[in-house]
């Protein structure tokens, strides 16, 4: 990590300094900012053009996937707005919306353009992926032993609470929770909840992959796979196993006998399919019953969420999640699932919005995983971010995401430069 620009120095920095600013509640208030100051910056040294020094200047146009994640993102907006207009919410509330979609949606364009934009190398993100992987090994023993010596559950809440969020648990500093189903503990590392630590926990795996260094490698994919274990959430488990070894297969779909194969086990269906359905679908309903009273709650919530979105507000939404009732044990409808939140928040347009450039990012990061290695790292990371759409809400936690999101413009300026990835000599 040597030879770093400024840009590549606060990037590097704020990834090294996680866990130090999850111990002061902190880490919702900086991916925003972050995200708002590099994306200022970006504007300005494409502004600038030359007279920018040469280690900051702008490493090419913007990408086309880029532009669309930046248009999507300022539809969502409009939809938001459109909403609270259709349902009288109130300048209060249309301004408090606002706030939010800069702190959740908006950093879903912002991060992509400073990738594509700013002089900022892959390899700095993995590195710095890294490092917090050392940081959570350290801390690991003490987390891990503190439901078993008595330690509690929440070390504090951070002041910086009254900025506002989503709830408290975004600024909340914890040891382990206690799982209410089953009262075991579970482990959320420096995430809000345990779920999404397990996803990070395959971000982390994800990125510690691509490390060149093998002891920070190792580093790496043991604090993920420990985030992954120790939330508990099948989530994690699924991502684990399709996020990393999907991309390595893809160079099969240029490859002759590889479809052979396949269409041979395509054909030995007629005879296996029926025992492999009954497996499947006992998989499913054992996935499921994993976790029967969450899988009720979010599949109740799901099934709200659609039916006021198709009867009550198809194009625009209701412009923000309102409260379930004690059959989702109070849960907001439009939580919980990133599709259906859309859907019920800001209907069909908004999730157009979002589903146009995600759409186009998968494909490119397929077409690229396919020709070569270096579509590999974004591929995982783009399943991963679709895997958490369908158990969770993607714009609130962006915050945590922004390596992810970053990369992606990396990528697309990679792809821009050289669209097919040329042999190493």
Request: charged fraction near 15%.
């Amino acid at each position: 990590m040597t030879g770093m620009n400024p840009v590549e120095r606060m990037v590097y920095k704020t990834l090294v300094w996680t866990w130090p600013l999850y111990g002061l509640g902190a880490l919702y208030v900086v991916g925003p900012v972050l995200a708002w100051l590099l994306g200022g910056l970006a504007v300005l040294i494409l502004f600038l053009g030359r007279a920018v020094r040469e280690d900051m200047r702008a490493t090419g146009t913007i990408p086309v996937v880029v532009w669309l994640w930046i248009l999507g993102m300022a539809v969502m907006l409009v939809a938001l707005w459109v909403g609270h207009l259709n349902w009288s919410l109130g300048l209060k509330q249309t301004i408090k919306s606002s706030i939010g979609w800069a702190k959740g949606w908006a950093l879903l364009a912002l991060f992509p353009l400073v990738g594509a934009v700013l002089p900022i190398r892959r390899s700095v993100l993995v590195r710095g992926q890294c490092v917090i992987g050392l940081g959570t090994l350290i801390l690991a023993p003490v987390m891990l032993a503190a439901p078993h010596v008595g330690l509690p559950e929440r070390i504090y809440t951070s002041p910086l609470k009254a900025i506002g969020g989503p709830g408290p648990e975004y600024f909340t500093v914890y040891f382990f929770t206690w799982d209410p189903g089953s009262w075991t503990p579970r482990w959320q590392f420096y995430a809000p909840w345990s779920p999404f630590a397990a996803l990070l926990g395959v971000v982390q795996v994800l990125f510690a992959l691509e490390e060149d260094n093998k002891r920070w490698r190792r580093i790496g994919l043991a604090a993920g796979l420990l985030m992954i274990f120790a939330s508990k959430s099948r989530m994690g488990l699924v991502g684990l196993a399709a996020c990393t070894v999907a991309p390595r297969m893809m160079p099969l779909v240029l490859q002759g006998w590889a479809w052979r194969v396949l269409a041979g086990l395509t054909a030995s269906l007629a005879i296996t399919g029926a025992a492999l359905a009954a497996a499947a679908n006992d998989a499913v309903a054992a996935f499921k019953g994993a976790r029967a009273d969450s899988t009720r709650v979010r599949e109740t919530l799901q099934r709200i969420a659609f039916e006021r979105w198709r009867t009550e507000a198809v194009w625009f939404g209701h412009g923000t999640v309102q409260p379930g009732p004690h059959l989702v044990e109070y849960m907001p409808i439009g939580s919980h699932h990133t599709w259906y939140g859309l859907l019920f928040v800001k209907g069909l347009v908004g999730f157009g919005a979002l589903l146009v450039p995600m759409v186009w990012q998968t494909l490119l990061t397929m077409r690229d995983a396919a020709l070569g290695p270096r579509g590999r790292l974004p591929m995982g990371l783009m399943m991963t971010i679709i895997l958490l759409t369908f158990g969770e809400n993607v714009e609130i936690e962006a915050y945590l995401l922004w390596p992810a999101l970053m990369l992606f413009g990396i990528h697309a300026r990679e792809m821009q430069k050289n669209p097919v990835e040329m042999p190493a000599t």
